[in-house]
């Protein structure tokens, strides 16, 4: 009955001739779909096998035969869901290299070890329709093109997109479609989306992402974004989980309600990588969208280097800090965290961090910044570790907590060199131990806008600070404003400093270490308790000090006759504090005087010996510029 069946199709297939367009041999939810006009010659063997295009079937496994008019095209593998059901279409061409297995919605696809670009080519596998009980799973060893048509899937068991094809998988989201996958809990799936390979997401319309076991989108190998839409909604874990690297072109990416991290980027083997396995996260364009709240997360963390040269990220951070037994210290969220080097050269940052100990940026390298608008705020307090107790904003003494027991807000924390040769940076820390921008070893600025208001030390640097340029502004309400543990060279650059009252200083230099500040250029307003001085003549420009507070709003002018030198706004959060001034023989030799705050000023044409004038709002004072203290180091 089958023998006459097929005959009886294959003699329709040759009288329609070129006015049939396919034939189409249906296995099961299976439909070959073969171009009329390429199908060449068929063998029907022995009433048990029919050959067409290089696959042979099995007259057993054959359900229907039957000619349309539909167009199918090469290389593509349709699949539609329709709520416990999956149909799946396979252009003929490429009919000898796509096996599909289909039970209810569940749709296994397995390419041929044989595709390449010597057989078929590649592959696109479209998706679309809905089912709340399905998946789609890829299997084979040659690159792929996934594309999204307007997809609702869930799999309750696992992954809904499980690609274990280890090559270049390209996921895309076809323009004017809304996509969303969501997994099931409990499953072993390492994401809602898992891919074995390379993932690059691309296209024009918009994918949301549920995860409720592990990642949100996971790849064992890199990831690549370029013009999609991509909402990743919730993760049990990370909000995007990849290897090797993560590259940002264009497109939109949003993560919240993840459990841990908004995108990790780890490295793939610590022993034998590749020149691309660098654990990098680099980003040219586009616009990313992180709000990680779990303790000690991360809204964007590489194993190796960031790189941002365009787009924008706004990230924020709202969990607390966190005792880490294996390692036996304290870890904190941050925004932008490297184990390798930042470099920032364009874009928009927006970084906030709420919870105890939380830092805008955090870099165990260098940080390079060379343009663009950097917002950062923090407004958690300090996290300790104390005896065995967790304080999530800590205000006792720290004199005994060890660096692994304490973790201190900052807007910008950096193991390595920080270099500024341009943009826009405004850092705002408000909560106990909030530093503005942190370097634990030189910091240089030669160009760029800096404005931070900071709890405690405004820019900070563990070994000397370096500024060539720029137009700096730095209110610090319980700490220095710039200080530097080695020698502070100020060579160029307007710069506004204003500390505490004492023992703090608008400059502080560490001359408790016999480190000093060498004025060789530039233009200078420091006030504070106090304010490190020249210990030597040698090349340095010089400059005048007073005494008296200044007011929030008020200017600070400095004159030769009736010519201004130089000139300064105090910025309006800026509170006057009073308290000593430091000035060499106030208080005995390099030591402190009695009296309001103590006002520095250096630019150019003063004259050692020479008189100025110092106004300060309605009051004035004469003053006599100077090149050395001649104190012997700070009190």
Request: charged letters at 15%.
């Amino acid at each position: 009955m089958k023998a006459r069946y097929f005959m009886a199709a294959l003699t329709a297939l040759a009288v329609a001739g070129a006015g049939a367009q396919t034939m189409n041999v249906q296995v099961g939810n299976v439909t070959y779909a073969i171009p009329a006009e390429t199908a060449g010659e068929m063998v029907y063997s022995d009433g048990l096998s029919l050959t067409v295009l290089g696959r042979t079937f099995s007259v057993d496994e054959i359900d229907r035969i039957y000619v349309d008019d539909s167009e199918v095209a090469d290389n593509t593998v349709t699949v539609v869901y329709d709520n416990s059901l999956a149909g799946v279409t396979i252009a003929g061409n490429i009919a000898q290299y796509v096996t599909a297995d289909v039970s209810g919605a569940h749709v296994t696809v397995t390419q041929s070890d044989l595709v390449g670009d010597e057989t078929c080519g590649e592959i696109t596998y479209i998706l679309s329709g809905s089912s709340g009980d399905g998946s789609f799973e890829l299997d084979g060893s040659f690159k792929a093109t996934i594309e999204l048509q307007g997809l609702a899937l869930t799999n309750p068991s696992g992954a809904p997109l499980n690609i274990q094809d280890g090559k270049r998988i390209e996921l895309s989201v076809k323009k004017g479609t809304e996509n969303v996958l969501t997994d099931g809990a409990g499953g072993s799936q390492k994401g809602c989306i898992a891919c074995k390979g390379h993932l690059e997401l691309k296209g024009k319309g918009s994918l949301t992402v549920n995860g409720n076991t592990a990642h949100g989108i996971y790849a064992k190998e890199y990831i690549e974004m370029k013009n999609c839409t991509v909402n990743v909604t919730s993760a049990v874990k990370d909000g995007i989980n990849c290897n090797q690297y993560f590259l940002m072109e264009s497109g939109e990416l949003n993560i919240s309600g993840v459990g841990d991290d908004g995108i990790q980027v780890s490295f793939k083997d610590d022993t034998d990588r590749e020149a691309e396995d660098t654990g990098s996260f680099t980003m040219s364009g586009g616009s990313i969208n992180v709000a990680a709240t779990a303790t000690a997360s991360k809204a964007i963390k590489a194993d190796g280097d960031i790189s941002i040269s365009g787009g924008s990220i706004t990230a924020s951070v709202s969990g607390g800090g966190k005792w880490d037994e294996d390692d036996a210290k304290t870890k904190a969220a941050s925004c932008l965290s490297c184990d390798g080097n930042m470099v920032i050269s364009a874009g928009t940052l927006q970084l906030t961090a709420t919870g105890g100990g939380g830092k805008g940026i955090n870099c165990d390298g260098s940080l390079t910044i060379d343009g663009g608008d950097i917002t950062v705020s923090t407004s958690g307090g300090m996290y300790a570790y104390v005896n065995g107790t967790e304080y999530p904003n800590y205000t006792g003494n720290t004199d005994r907590l060890t660096s692994d027991q304490k973790s201190s807000p900052k807007g910008m924390k950096v193991d390595g060199d920080v270099t500024i040769n341009g943009g826009s940076i405004n850092v705002t820390t408000t909560g106990n131990g909030g530093e503005g921008i942190e370097s634990k070893s030189e910091m240089t600025v030669n160009a760029g806008t800096i404005v931070v208001n900071s709890r405690d030390d405004g820019l900070n640097s563990s070994s000397h600070m370096y500024i060539k340029g720029g137009d700096i502004t730095v209110v610090a309400t319980g700490n220095d404003a710039l200080d530097s543990n080695g020698n502070m060279y100020i060579s160029g650059g307007t710069i506004r400093a204003f500390g505490a009252s004492a023992p703090e200083c608008g400059l502080d230099a560490n001359e408790e270490e016999n480190y000093s500040v060498y004025f060789t250029g530039g233009t200078v307003l420091a006030v504070g308790g106090g304010n490190s001085v020249p210990s030597s003549s040698e090349y340095t420009q010089a400059y005048v000090t007073g005494s008296g507070s200044v007011t929030a709003g008020s200017t600070v002018s400095l004159k030769s006759g009736d010519t201004v030198l130089a000139e300064f706004t105090v910025p309006d959060n800026y509170t006057a504090s009073g308290g000593g001034r430091y000035e060499p023989g106030g208080g005995g030799p390099g030591g402190w005087g009695g009296g309001g705050s103590s006002i520095l000023i250096t630019c150019a044409g003063l004259t050692s010996g020479s008189s100025y004038t110092l106004v300060n709002g309605s009051s004035s004072s004469s003053v006599t510029a100077r090149l050395t203290g001649g104190g012997s180091g700070r009190p």
